[in-house]
Structure formats: structure tokens, C-alpha cells
């Protein structure tokens, strides 16, 4: 199996540009996460889909962040207008069953800088 | 919320020793996992664990449900087990979101 797919890896862009993450999960994995992770705050869960629907979205910071899954083999983490304030690494990661009873399946991350 | 603690914050070795990892966090779970974070970023699962033991290779991880606590220990250390090592865990009892730890940055000197 190829594993989670996160494209791209790296991403330099200027302060108020659009910026689309997205996210192949792993074939016939239910559940689909999406975590940022910082120095200063560590890993952290922005939004998790289960079945392509959005059950929590408590994580995602501002109205600038969304996300979508627009079927089982993809899913994208959209930011407009970006800040430097999102540079970060954005993992996403998915796993086959509930998230909490099965181990879950990290992409390589996408390194995002914000100028 | 769960609150999540591991100790030490840095570990530094000398090849061979016996590491041990600590995690405590304050709410009752179904399971528990430890991830690996390897120097170029990528993060690997390295168990879940809802009771008792698992071992998996020089890796042991543990977990004490009625204490809340859940130890990892690496027998023999190599080189390549230099990693941060990030326990997780869901708010509550059968959650599907993972609260982290801030890790514990592992160094093992040849």
C-alpha cells in the first residue's frame, strides 16, 4: 500500500495567498484527520472526517481554515488569506476504523512557510 | 479535556541503555497510542494500547489503566532510535480525537 499521500511537501507562499493542502488517504480507511503541528503548541487536531463528513471541526482555527472531503480518496485543507502565523507542518493522517481504538496512518506532512 | 504529561521533556543515552518514557494523563480512555517523529518529520505509529503490555521488536509499551499512566521502554538503544516519541490520547472514553503530548526528544550517543 503507497500509504498517505500529502502533496505538496513543501509550500513558500506570500501572506494573503491561497493556499490548498490535500490528502490521499489510505484505501477503505474510514476516518481522515488533519493535524497541524508547531513549536510552540506541538501536534494538534484541526478537523477529522469520518465516511468524507466533517464530525468535528472544533480545531480549526479561524473562518480562514477549511476543509473538504470530497470522496473516500481525497481531501483538501484550504487558507484564505494565509498569515505567517499559519507556518507550520500540516499532517494528515487516516485510519480504518474509530480513531481512537485503531492506529492511525500519518502522511509526510506538508511543510507550509507563510511570508 | 485530557490532559496529557510526559516525562522527561529530553532524554540523552548512551547506545545500549534502557530507556524509559513516561506518560500520565487525567481522564479515563479506551486506548492509548505512542507515535514516533523521526528527525526529517515523518511520524510513525508505534502502538495502541488499551490494556496490559505490547512489545513490538527492542520496543515495549505499557499502560495502567486504574493509574493513568503508560510507560514505552526501548531495550538495547541504537543510534536510530534518536526520535521524539509523542504519547496520545482522546478526551474521554471512546473519543476519536487524539489530545498529544509535547514529547520526549530521545538522543542516543554511539
Known amino acids: 500500500d503507497a500509504g498517505v499521500i500529502q502533496s505538496p511537501r513543501h509550500e513558500v507562499t506570500e501572506m494573503g495567498q491561497e493556499v490548498t493542502l490535500r490528502c490521499k488517504p489510505i484505501s477503505g480507511h474510514d476516518y481522515l484527520f488533519w493535524y497541524r503541528q508547531t513549536m510552540m503548541r506541538g501536534l494538534e487536531l484541526l478537523i477529522y472526517?469520518?465516511?468524507?463528513?466533517?464530525?468535528?471541526d472544533s480545531g480549526m482555527p479561524e473562518d480562514r481554515f477549511s476543509a473538504k472531503m470530497p470522496n473516500a480518496s481525497f481531501s483538501t485543507l484550504k487558507i484564505q488569506p494565509s498569515e505567517p502565523r499559519d507556518s507550520a507542518v500540516y499532517f494528515c493522517?487516516?485510519?480504518?476504523?474509530?480513531?481512537?481504538?485503531?492506529?492511525?496512518?500519518f502522511g509526510d506532512g506538508t511543510r507550509l512557510s507563510i511570508l | 479535556k485530557n490532559e496529557v504529561e510526559q516525562s522527561p521533556q529530553n532524554l540523552t543515552a548512551q547506545e545500549g541503555e534502557f530507556i524509559t518514557i513516561n506518560c500520565s494523563y487525567s481522564?479515563?480512555?479506551?486506548?492509548l497510542h505512542w507515535l514516533q517523529q523521526h528527525p526529517g518529520g515523518g511520524i510513525v505509529s508505534l502502538f495502541m494500547?488499551?490494556?496490559g503490555k505490547k512489545k513490538h521488536g527492542r520496543l515495549i509499551a505499557t499502560i495502567n489503566i486504574q493509574e493513568k499512566h503508560s510507560s514505552l521502554h526501548i531495550t538495547a538503544s541504537h543510534p536510530r532510535d534518536s526520535a521524539v516519541y509523542i504519547c496520545?490520547?482522546?478526551?474521554?472514553?471512546?473519543?476519536?480525537?487524539?489530545?498529544f503530548g509535547t514529547g520526549t526528544r530521545l538522543t542516543i550517543i554511539p
Open positions: 481522564v479515563g480512555i479506551s486506548a
Open positions: 472526517f469520518n465516511n468524507n463528513v466533517p464530525i468535528d
Open positions: 496520545a490520547v482522546p478526551p474521554s472514553f471512546g473519543n476519536e480525537k487524539l489530545t
Open positions: 493522517a487516516s485510519s480504518p476504523g474509530r480513531g481512537a481504538d485503531q492506529p492511525q496512518h
Open positions: 494500547l488499551s490494556s
